[in-house]
Structures are given as C-alpha cells and as structure tokens.
C-alpha cells in the first residue's frame, strides 16, 4: 500500500508562486512508478495536470499548464513536488497527488491507483 499526503497549498495573488509538495509512505518504493498531480475546480471533472514516468524520467505536461509548472521529484525523501509560477485565477482549484502502478505516461485519472486528500489552490486575481 502507499499513502499520499499533499501540503503547501493556499491563497496566492494572480502571477504569483506556490510549490505543492507529496509526501508518499508505505511498503511500495515510488522510484519507478509515474507519479501525477491533478486538479479539480468546483463543479468539473478531475483533469491531469503534470506527470513524471519515473524518477530521472520524462515529464509531461497538460497544455494550460505548459511553461509554468514543474513537477519533480526527491526520492531520498519520498517526495513529489510541483512548482507553479505565473499563476492564474483559472488555476484555482484541489491539486491531487497520484501514484500509478502501471508504466507509461499515464494522464487519465482511471490509470492511478493511489491518491492524496488533496490541497486547496486558490488564485485571487
């Protein structure tokens, strides 16, 4: 089993900055499993975000994200990271870490089998 917990959120001014940070625990290494973060607004579905195939691996990217998030990761601590820069009001939303058991660079929510509680974004503009 793994446990995901996720901190770091909060309220930030339009343009500004916020790292999201994973903490994952539990029997399982995380080393070569693609790890992910999502959001969800209110009243929308759950949409991918960014993810990383394996440590030291490719990265990926949603397109409203592209240029100004990265995801990354520290496997001496267990954790996953996500910084984001040039924030925006429509990025207001619960960012979600997730841990997949299969390979690839899985972007649907179905293809992860792990997740955190979640941690509240809000971007005033």
């Known amino acids: 089993q793994v446990q995901l917990v996720e901190f770091g959120g909060g309220l930030v001014q339009a343009g500004g900055s916020l790292r999201l940070s994973c903490a994952a625990s539990?029997?399982?290494?995380?080393?070569?499993?693609?790890m992910g973060w999502f959001r969800q607004a209110p009243g929308l579905e759950r949409e991918f975000v960014a993810g990383?195939?394996?440590?030291?691996?490719?990265?990926y990217y949603s397109d409203s994200v592209k240029g100004r998030f990265t995801i990354s990761r520290d496997n001496a601590k267990n954790m996953v990271y996500l910084q984001m820069n040039s924030l925006k009001p429509e990025d207001t939303a619960v960012y979600y870490c997730?841990?997949?058991?299969?390979?690839?660079?899985?972007?649907?929510?179905?293809?992860?089998?792990?997740w955190g509680q979640g941690t509240q974004v809000t971007v005033d503009s």
């Open positions: 539990g029997r399982t290494s995380l080393s070569n499993y693609p």
């Open positions: 990383n195939s394996w440590s030291g691996g490719p990265t």
């Open positions: 997730a841990a997949s058991r299969r390979g690839g660079a899985p972007r649907r929510s179905d293809e992860y089998d792990y």
